[in-house]
């Protein structure tokens, strides 16, 4: 059992981090999620349509089942949103590490988008492993 003095201290520190308080802080931190374009769901952008269908069929092949389709479109959106995370991971080392000019700001910044890009990676890769383990209990 939790004692009084553990939850009054837990409550007290929930308090301090409930975000941003200022207009601005709230109007900055709403745009974070739009800074790499990753918090918009990739099925809703259709210039991976066809490559989600496509890779949707592949991973659909031979199986049987009610809900294959819907698992193996899951999957496939996870896939491509995980290339996508790659891609823009390659993109920003080869504008921090391939520039000779770059500050040790710059390193500190590209470490905190990595971070950043580290929590996309994870969410995708546990998207794509419950739509596979779906698909398989299916």
């Known amino acids: 059992m939790t004692s009084d003095r553990k939850i009054e ?3 007290k520190n929930a308090q301090k981090s409930t975000g941003p308080r200022s207009e601005a802080g709230q ?20 210039s991976f349509s066809d490559d989600i269908r496509r890779l949707a069929g592949v991973l659909a092949q ?3 089942g009610q809900n294959i389709g819907e698992f193996a479109h899951q999957a496939a959106e996870a896939e ?9 991971r390659a993109l920003r080392f080869k504008a921090v590490l391939g520039n000779p000019e770059t500050r040790l700001d710059d390193h500190s910044e590209f470490n ?4 950043k890009l ?7 890769f546990s998207r794509r ?10």
């Open 80 to 88: 491509i949103d995980l290339l996508r995370i790659r891609k823009l």
């Open 118 to 124: 580290e929590r996309y990676e994870r969410r995708a």
């Open 9 to 11: 201290s837990n409550r």
């Open 27 to 46: 109007r900055r931190s709403r745009r974070n999620a739009l800074r790499h374009g990753l918090s918009v769901a990739i099925g809703s952008d259709p």
């Open 129 to 138: 492993k419950r739509a596979i383990r779906a698909m398989s209990e299916s």
């Open 112 to 115: 905190e988008e990595l971070a």
């Open 62 to 64: 031979g199986r049987n």
